[in-house]
């Protein structure tokens, strides 16, 4: 998988790898080596996993093409691989947080020593074309990491009784304001075209543009609010199987499913969540975040609605109605209240199954398992979240998780 064209300049390209590498850095400033290296689930992995995967990544196909390159540690092509069988054998994902060596102080001076080396190539301009694409590809697979980090961080945190605080904010928003009224977008039915136009970098899965046939339809100008959420939870919704798909309603049981993860009620608190800022009360008005696309979809169907697929959802953000709403903001790691954006405050999840489009190929070597190798069992999410970085927002962006993933910031709008 590479980047289209396009491709920056050599020098806009090396700020922006200081810009990925230094945002990286500064999620992280704040955590101690004990908040570095816990693993919470299977599917999280720890803060400092990430910081030294995403370093691998520049090690291992930026750096390691040269023939004479030597590895700053021939353990970490093992510790720090996630996925890559092409690579070699790796270390088990649900055993990264037993990993206490190499420390956290190790993994800076590894991240600074890579970082120095790739920037270095780039400032002497002795990179080919297919090394600067994977330079700009790890570019954009580290701002992924940067909002996995922030999720697995908040899951991380949320199991400690003392709910402890990740980054200061004040509490800005009135809990009890009203959200903004739902409106509706009419979309004529015809054909359209959905995917990347090469205009920049897209992942392969985004890839190639082509036609697609839309009946009428009405997308929802605003993402559901934590105000609908709740008519939802009071009027039974977790209770009725009727309102629930197979493994929906097998999930409820099994899991215990009462709200969206971090909800809880107290008879004196009311409805708080759980933030990176802490345990705060409920905002009626900000859109509905962590839950799944089983509960998405139980949710529409009470509503009387539908999610709406990829396709109807592109077609609604590209037909001037793309507005950003909240991205990765550092300093506050949570939604606003939910406007009428497309791209912002939450994922969204769709009715789509992540499927290639039509003619998509893979990538030949190691990278050609990005993303092609993961299109069974997932569902697709479209637009971006509070804790995406701006410059990785896009109308055709296809972020996908198994239909039981609670733990990202997701949430959906409506279709009729």
């Given amino acids: 998988m590479t980047a289209v064209s396009p491709r920056p300049a050599t020098a806009t390209l090396l700020d922006r790898f200081r810009e990925v590498r230094a945002r990286t850095d500064r999620l992280t400033r704040d955590l101690s080596p004990e908040d570095q290296t816990p693993q919470s689930m299977t599917e999280a992995s720890p803060a400092k996993w990430h910081r030294a995967h995403t370093t691998w990544f520049f090690e291992e196909f930026v750096l390691a093409a040269d023939p004479g390159y030597r590895p700053r540690d021939p353990a970490f092509r093992f510790l720090f691989n996630s996925y890559y069988e092409a690579v070699g054998e790796r270390h088990p994902r649900h055993a990264r947080g037993q990993v206490t060596r190499p420390g956290v102080a190790e993994v800076a001076a590894y991240r600074e020593d890579v970082e120095t080396q790739v920037a270095d190539r780039l400032a002497a301009g002795t990179l080919d074309e297919d090394a600067l694409a994977l330079v700009e590809l790890g570019c954009h697979h580290e701002e992924q990491h940067q909002e996995l980090l922030l999720m697995d961080l908040k899951h991380l945190l949320s199991g400690n009784v003392v709910q402890p605080v990740y980054v200061e904010r004040a509490s800005d928003l009135d809990p009890d304001a009203a959200p903004v009224p739902l409106r509706w977008t009419h979309l004529p039915g015809g054909l359209t075209e959905i995917g990347d136009a090469g205009a920049g970098f897209a992942y392969d899965n985004e890839r190639p543009r082509h036609r697609t046939w839309l009946e ?30 197979s493994d929906g309603w097998a999930a409820v049981q099994q899991h215990g499913w009462s709200a969206p993860a971090y909800w809880r009620h107290d008879e004196d608190d009311g409805w ?32 009387g609605h539908r999610l709406p697929t990829e396709q109807e959802w592109e077609a609604h953000a590209s037909s001037g109605h793309e507005v950003h709403g909240g991205l990765l903001d550092p300093e506050r790691c949570h ?33 050609g398992e990005y993303n092609g190798k993961f299109m069974n069992d997932q569902h697709v999410l479209r637009g971006a979240a509070a804790i995406t970085p701006a410059s990785h927002a896009r109308v055709t962006y296809r972020n996908f998780f198994p239909a039981a993933s609670r733990w990202a910031f997701s949430g959906l709008r409506l279709a009729r």
């Fill in 216 to 245: 009428d339809v009405d997308v929802a100008a605003r993402q559901v609010t934590n105000a609908e959420w709740l008519e939802f939870v009071a009027d039974g919704g977790y209770r009725r199987p009727e309102l629930w798909l």
């Fill in 272 to 303: 708080t969540t759980f933030t990176l800022s802490g345990r705060r009360p409920l905002v009626a008005a900000e859109p509905v975040c962590h839950v799944s696309f089983l509960e998405a979809d139980a949710f529409a169907r009470w509503a």
């Fill in 335 to 367: 939604p606003g209240v939910a406007g009428e954006v497309t791209l912002g405050e939450v994922w969204e999840w769709t009715a789509s199954a992540y499927l290639p489009y039509p003619g998509f190929e893979i990538a030949e070597g190691a990278v």
